[in-house]
């Protein structure tokens, strides 16, 4: 993602599946970020975005969600969904970003 990369961007994703699911999942899609695997969903319910019982067999989720935090830990946009189809395109994300900074 050198777009994100040449403003100084680091790209991390949060999951409740198992690391080896995680990890399955970041070989087959090409992912080279840290993709952390929340099992007790301690992260998501802190940024807000678990999606209770909206899973396949009615288990918790994390909300479809983009988030740009600042060097100082500083939350400075978020994109938030109900719909797991629908998320930020890389280009609203940079646009986001560079007018945070």
Known sequence: MPDFEKRGVHLAAISVDPEDVTAAHCRKMGYTFPFLSDL??????RYDVLHRGAGPKRNDIARPAEFYVDG?????WVNLT????????????????????
Do not use: F, M, W
Request: cysteine-free; charged content about 25%.
């Open 40 to 45: 007790d969903t301690a992260v998501l319910r």
């Open 72 to 76: 100082a830990g500083t939350v400075r």
């Open 82 to 101: 109900e719909n797991i189809a629908v998320r930020a395109t890389p280009e609203q994300a940079l646009s986001a970003i560079d007018a945070a900074k």
